[in-house]
């Protein structure tokens, strides 16, 4: 089945700040999608990831505090600008595959914000 | 609105103890009903893809089922490796390509 490698996978950052998180993939996928999964939740989608167009944002996620990046079909970065507390969270990243119906998940960045 | 509820929020199971997680939505146009296992700083990982009603799917101990209504995740004679968050999302022709998670059940099968 399909790999997705993410990093870093844990991060303590000062406020004010900003993070990138890197996600490989290790096959082509046309869409990647990045989600936020707070504590003792359950996971929100921030945004999909096209290659070679802009990313398309969920309500209450806008481009100045999340941009994405996706420069080829195996790979995305998210970066999580100017952090605040609130911004401590588990950030995933996720593609679909042919013939597996489900998405595959990367492992998670947790970020801390102090 | 599209909804997803799961229950019971948390579930502490004797080893060997049987049970069921349940998964009810309420969407228009369902084109996939997903259970998910996640363990503690993971991932969650794909267990299953349900797409109609009266579906089954079947993985080593678990089983999920598929109505109109809901879906049930049923656990035959758990071991303390089953022990994770089990997760319910929904894909409708609401969501295109994105998926709508529920909260998820912690389950803990202890020895």
């Known amino acids: 089945s399909a790999v997705i490698s993410q990093k870093p996978s844990r991060d303590i950052c000062q406020r004010g700040t900003s993070l990138t998180i890197q996600c490989q993939v290790d096959?082509?996928?046309?869409?990647m999608f990045w989600y936020r999964q707070q504590p003792g939740q359950s996971l929100t989608l921030i945004a999909t990831a096209n290659q070679g167009s802009e990313a398309t944002y969920e309500s209450g996620f806008v481009i100045d505090k999340f941009p994405i990046s996706r420069p080829n079909l195996t790979f995305s970065t998210l970066t999580v600008s100017n952090m605040s507390p609130e911004d401590s969270s588990i950030y995933l990243c996720?593609?679909?595959?042919?013939?597996?119906?489900?998405?595959?998940f990367g492992s998670g960045t947790r970020l801390t914000v102090v | 609105e599209d909804q997803v509820t799961q229950s019971p929020e948390a579930l502490r199971l004797q080893e060997g103890e049987s049970s069921s997680l349940n998964c009810s939505y309420t969407v228009s146009g369902l084109r996939g009903l997903f259970w998910y296992r996640q363990d503690p700083g993971k991932g969650p990982e794909f267990l299953f893809t349900l797409y109609s009603a009266g579906e089954e799917k079947e993985k080593e101990r678990l089983k999920a089922t598929l109505t109109k209504k809901e879906s049930f995740l049923h656990i035959t004679a758990p071991k303390p490796e089953d022990s994770a968050t089990y997760l319910c999302?929904?894909?409708?022709?609401?969501?295109?390509?994105?998926?709508?998670f529920g909260t998820g059940t912690s389950l803990t099968v202890i020895p």
């Open positions: 999302a929904v894909r409708t022709t609401n969501t295109g390509n994105q998926f709508y």
């Open positions: 096959s082509q996928v046309t869409m």
């Open positions: 996720s593609a679909t595959f042919a013939g597996g119906g489900g998405y595959t």
